[in-house]
């Protein structure tokens, strides 16, 4: 028997994923590119709506209020998406919602002198526009970090054995949002999880015209279809004697959002009124705003390796930190309800279509902006059932996940301090948030729970992230575990080169400013 040579039980360690059809500089045709765009613009509707769907109600808010807010949102990640493309990253990333905001917002919601307003038209408004202050206030916090080069300072402790858990539970970590929410409604659900693998997998080498068409389309296709089918069993009464969280999961006719819809409606900032401004409010918030640029540098370098580019230097990493933050002031001004960060589904689709195009990205974000506008017909894309969309998610995360642990080929995983650092970082980013979660479904409180409304706030929404807990942790680790002599196990001679923008002649290629702006901020 011939010798096994060691070629053939391993791969290569790659710098730039293969195998995409396009990458971040390269574009199909024009028509192609402007259904990709939409149907990236579609699957960010899942969040667009969620966030708003379960926040507006609790305010007080009506559905003509909900709907708003959800014009609003699509309106702000339109115009955070261009920027950021442009002049941020200027990776394909759709900049969205993001749930992290979720637990100092329910405190403000639950802050005992907004609940005892009686009108609920003037308790929606005001804590509205409470949200809008803290929100304000704490973007602070990312625009600083980010156009001071201070994350890029701060990135420099990352290596790539570090940057495994958190970029993994970027997608692990939104577990709680893919098969529990499909089990809502697993008459559409489920056939939404099979159809969306069998054409995005099993029938990807069917060509039209010599284009993968059922690969790229996947998402848009079993949508259409299993959508149909849900107004069909809407249509024949199906749900007609289930219970209510059945009904609004699995109807097609309960989101009440066409009927709230106006025709035509322009967002603008502070439309809702003057912010107000609370320190307690404020301070709570900052943490949602840490957590947002945590997960968001996991997305980044999520999505560099999906658009077959090198991973952001340090320099490019802060600048769109810097972006972010401007979004978030967006999201503020505006009214939103909630922050701006990366959105994980919309990384994996450029996985899942093999497409990792900045115009693509570009083409989704003037979708988001004009449905915004037109209220009936954005309303319309808007009222699909959510389970359909976490089918999707069960996919679009796990292949996020994935991307973080292809890591592991440039580190050494026969390195028993590495697999100490990989094991206990991914354990515990799962295991903490979850324990915050449990806790405080079961005491109405989370484990922090003290007088200090806004130290509670700031504890709970840090350890309700994975990929927060993941960092602090496999960072500590990575920097004071036998640091000084395990850089080559760590990965550290392959991730220097991409430190620094000059280091690498492909940084200039795939970020470097538009309109030769480079002249007037140099990159480092």
């Known amino acids: 028997m011939a010798a096994i040579k060691v070629e053939d039980i391993s791969h290569p360690p790659m710098d730039q994923l293969q195998g995409l059809e396009y990458c971040i500089h390269s574009s199909p045709s024009w028509v192609e590119t402007i259904a990709l765009g939409f149907q990236h613009y579609i699957l960010a509707l899942g969040t667009a709506v969620m966030i708003p769907s379960m926040l507006v109600p609790l305010m007080g808010g009506s559905d003509g209020d909900k709907v708003r807010v959800v014009q609003t949102l699509l309106f702000v990640e339109g115009i955070n998406t261009l920027v950021q493309s442009l002049f941020g990253t200027r990776l394909p990333t759709v900049i969205g919602g993001s749930y992290a905001f979720m637990v100092p917002i329910m405190s403000i919601i639950h802050d005992p002198n907004l609940a005892m307003i009686e009108d609920p038209q003037l308790r929606f408004l005001s804590t509205m526009k409470a949200v809008q202050g803290a929100v304000i206030v704490a973007s602070s916090i990312q625009i600083i970090l980010g156009f001071s080069q201070i994350w890029a300072i701060c990135s420099r402790f990352f290596s790539p054995l570090g940057m495994v858990p958190v970029i993994a539970l970027v997608g692990f970590g939104l577990f709680d949002r893919g098969f529990v929410l499909v089990g809502d409604c697993v008459e559409i659900g489920i056939p939404m999880l099979i159809l969306f693998t069998v054409i995005s997998q099993y029938l990807k080498k069917f060509h039209i015209r010599q284009q993968p068409i059922l690969e790229r389309f996947a998402l848009l296709i079993s949508t259409i279809v299993i959508w149909v089918y849900a107004d069909l069993l809407t249509a024949v009464g199906a749900y007609k004697h289930r219970n209510q969280v059945t009904q609004h999961s699995c109807r097609t006719d309960k989101a009440n959002l066409?009927?709230?819809?106006?025709?035509?409606k322009i967002p603008y900032p502070l439309e809702w009124g003057a912010p107000t401004f609370n320190a307690s409010h404020c301070f709570g918030m900052v943490a949602a705003v840490l957590v947002s640029l945590i997960e968001s540098t996991g997305a980044y370098k999520a999505a560099s390796r999906l658009a077959s580019a090198t991973p952001p230097p340090a320099h490019v990493l802060s600048r769109g930190i810097g972006w972010q933050g401007i979004g978030i002031l967006l999201n503020g001004m505006f009214g939103t309800l909630t922050g701006s960060t990366v959105s994980v589904e919309n990384v994996g689709l450029l996985g899942s279509t093999r497409i990792g195009s900045r115009r693509v990205i570009q083409v989704s974000a003037g979708f988001m902006i004009f449905f915004s506008m037109l209220g009936k017909f954005g309303a319309l894309f808007a009222s699909i059932p959510f389970p359909i969309f976490a089918?999707?998610?069960?996919?679009?995360?796990?292949?996020?996940?994935?991307?973080?642990?292809?890591?592991?080929?440039?580190?050494?995983?026969?390195?028993?301090?590495?697999?100490?650092i990989t094991g206990v970082a991914l354990f515990l980013g799962l295991s903490v948030p979850e324990y915050f979660r449990e806790y405080t479904s079961k005491a109405g409180h989370g484990p922090a729970h003290t007088r200090a409304g806004w130290f509670n706030d700031f504890l709970n929404t840090i350890f309700f992230s994975?990929?927060?807990?993941?960092?602090?942790?496999?960072?500590?680790?990575?920097?004071?575990?036998?640091?000084?002599?395990?850089?080559?196990?760590?990965?550290?001679?392959?991730?220097a080169k991409f430190r620094a923008f000059k280091e690498d002649g492909r940084n200039a290629e795939f970020y470097s400013l538009p309109f030769n702006l480079d002249r007037f901020f140099p990159p480092s």
């Open 391 to 420: 089918a999707v998610y069960c996919v679009l995360f796990g292949l996020v996940a994935s991307v973080g642990l292809s890591f592991l080929q440039f580190t050494n995983m026969n390195s028993m301090r590495n697999l100490f």
């Open 466 to 495: 994975s990929p927060t807990v993941a960092l602090i942790i496999a960072v500590f680790l990575d920097n004071t575990l036998e640091y000084k002599h395990s850089a080559r196990d760590r990965g550290m001679p392959w991730w």
């Open 258 to 264: 066409i009927s709230s819809a106006p025709w035509i």
